[in-house]
């Protein structure tokens, strides 16, 4: 089933490299219904990537880092409802970088220039706009963009496959087909 081979994606990759715990999705509160309820009664570890005190509808559609951990029911909320419903993306951080270094980083890229020079918003977090920007970068500013993240999992535009975007890989990601594993 492509579910099963998602789980394994996203967790068992993560706990072969010794960072069970470093697997976070960054979700996308304009495409997630009521995001900041569904977190607040998950019992995950999470922030929002804005900071100070916002207006409800501003806190209802933005970005939310949150820590995923296999099996827990939030999780499996996310993979089963939210894959190829581009409700965010997925990353595993290095060993050690907490949810609140890693929201300092992300933080970063939600602003970035133009061609021109002016400031507009990135929602690196929605994965349609992930895969298409994330390649087009120079691998100086990939570097930057990754800083302690070293992997991120998005949805590929195809609802069989994920793309697994490695800190020192191919800056076009790893076509995963999740169907390959399902054999009984």
């Known amino acids: 089933m492509l579910l099963e081979r998602l789980r394994e994606v996203v967790f068992n990759g993560a706990a072969r490299a010794g960072a069970a715990g470093n697997v976070f999705a960054v979700l ?4 997630v219904e009521a995001l900041p309820e569904r977190l607040a009664a998950s019992d995950c570890e999470y922030a929002c990537l804005f900071s100070g005190a916002l207006d409800p509808v501003l806190e209802s559609a933005a970005p939310h880092l949150v820590r995923l951990e296999p099996g827990h029911p939030f999780a499996e909320q996310v993979l089963r409802q939210g894959w190829n419903d581009h409700w965010g993306i997925v990353l595993r951080a290095a060993p050690g970088v907490d949810l609140y270094d890693l929201r300092q980083h992300l933080r970063r890229h939600l602003r970035v220039l133009d061609p021109d020079g002016q400031a507009m918003f990135f929602r690196f977090y929605d994965p349609r706009a992930f895969r298409v920007v994330i390649p087009e970068l ?7 963009f990754f800083g ?19 800190h ?6 790893h076509g995963i087909v999740l169907a390959a594993a399902a054999t009984a």
Do not use: K, Q, Y
């Open 28 to 31: 996308d509160g304009a495409m």
């Open 138 to 144: 120079d691998s100086a500013a990939r570097r930057g």
């Open 148 to 166: 302690p993240v070293r992997s991120f999992i998005v949805e590929s535009a195809r609802a069989d496959t994920v793309l697994r975007f490695d």
């Open 168 to 173: 020192n890989g191919d800056a076009h990601g």
